[in-house]
């Protein structure tokens, strides 16, 4: 009878269950997920494909969609240091990596005690001095470009990587200090209370209770940094002039020639440029999952 009765109602969910697989919304949202996909992969398989192209395969037209004749002897070029051009480009990716690398342990370094202090204490002056942060992120970054030119070269630091150091980190952190409030401030003040109740002083129920709870936030801060950093073209150009410094963006000029363009060259520059990007992504992204789960209070 029992096994009747569950067949019965399997029959009866049969009509709800291929309702919900033929639903309009899901078959949309699939498809619109494989657009943006579609529409990410793109750029980079074109740029990958010319970059394995001759230079006459480049640019001939109509495009050769596929190399009938691959080679990757571009990524040999740039990769070994046997050659000027290998050693320029490798030079300029080491100057990238540190750059980026010190702005983002800056920035959470600097953010992370910042937003904590906005969230969890009072004092005069508070939302302002909030809101102020925030108000530099509603002006381009352009307009502050002479400025900080004027003050990096009172300081002595125009043609020094520490001057874009300092200029990434006053771009990234009003965002990475809204972003960490926002995490904070979903972390139940409780916790911290027991702890110090249990003889934690507060800056071990911070180290030991917050900071894995708000780890999620502490790695989308450090993505993001890393991200501006990496990225930034008009700074390095405006602050830095000696070639040995340069960064990665503004390296890849060498690719331009007054009457022509190494664009196979250029193309396997910038596939090389957006390796360190995708990894950072693929290798937090456990880690970001493992955060949000661990993290999660327990009653």
């Not at 019965?8 to 657009?35: H, M, Y």
């Not at 992969?41 to 691959?70: C, D, G, H, R």
């Not at 240091?81 to 983002?104: C, D, H, I, K, Q």
């Not at 960064?247 to 910038?270: C, D, H, I, K």
Request: aromatic share 16%; charged share 15%; net charge positive.
């Amino acid at each position: 009878m029992n096994a009747q009765t569950e067949r019965q109602a399997l029959e009866s969910l049969e009509p709800v269950l291929r309702k919900r697989k033929r639903d309009p919304w899901v078959t949309t949202g699939n498809v619109f997920i494989a657009v943006l996909t579609l529409f990410s992969l793109l750029p980079m398989t074109w740029m990958f494909i010319t970059s394995i192209k001759t230079q006459f395969a480049a640019v001939q037209y109509p495009p050769e969609w596929w190399p009938s004749n691959p080679t990757m002897q571009e990524y040999l070029k740039l990769l070994l240091p046997t050659s000027e051009l290998g050693r320029e480009f490798l030079r300029y990716m080491l100057n990238s990596l540190w750059v980026s690398f010190a702005t983002t342990v800056l920035g959470v370094i600097v953010a992370v005690p910042a937003a904590y202090a906005f969230s969890r204490f009072r004092f005069p002056g508070r939302n302002l001095l909030f809101y102020s942060v925030l108000l530099r992120n509603m002006f381009p970054a352009v307009v502050f470009l002479m400025p900080l030119f004027i003050m990096m070269r009172w300081l002595g630091l125009v043609n020094t990587q520490f001057s874009l150091i300092l200029t990434y980190l006053t771009f990234g952190l009003p965002l990475s200090i809204w972003l960490l409030k926002g995490f904070y401030d979903n972390i139940p003040p409780q916790l911290e209370q027991a702890a110090r109740i249990d003889g934690a002083t507060r800056f071990q129920a911070f180290l030991l209770i917050v900071m894995p709870l708000s780890s999620p936030g502490i790695i989308a801060t450090a993505i993001y940094s890393f991200i501006m950093a990496w990225n930034e073209y008009v700074y390095a150009l405006t602050f830095l002039n000696d070639k040995s410094k340069l960064t990665l963006p503004v390296g890849l000029q060498r690719f331009f020639a007054e009457y022509a363009t190494n664009w196979p060259g250029l193309m396997a520059a910038s596939f090389i440029m957006s390796v360190p990007v995708v990894a950072l992504f693929l290798v937090l992204q456990k880690y970001f999952v493992k955060a949000l789960t661990e993290g999660a209070v327990k009653s």
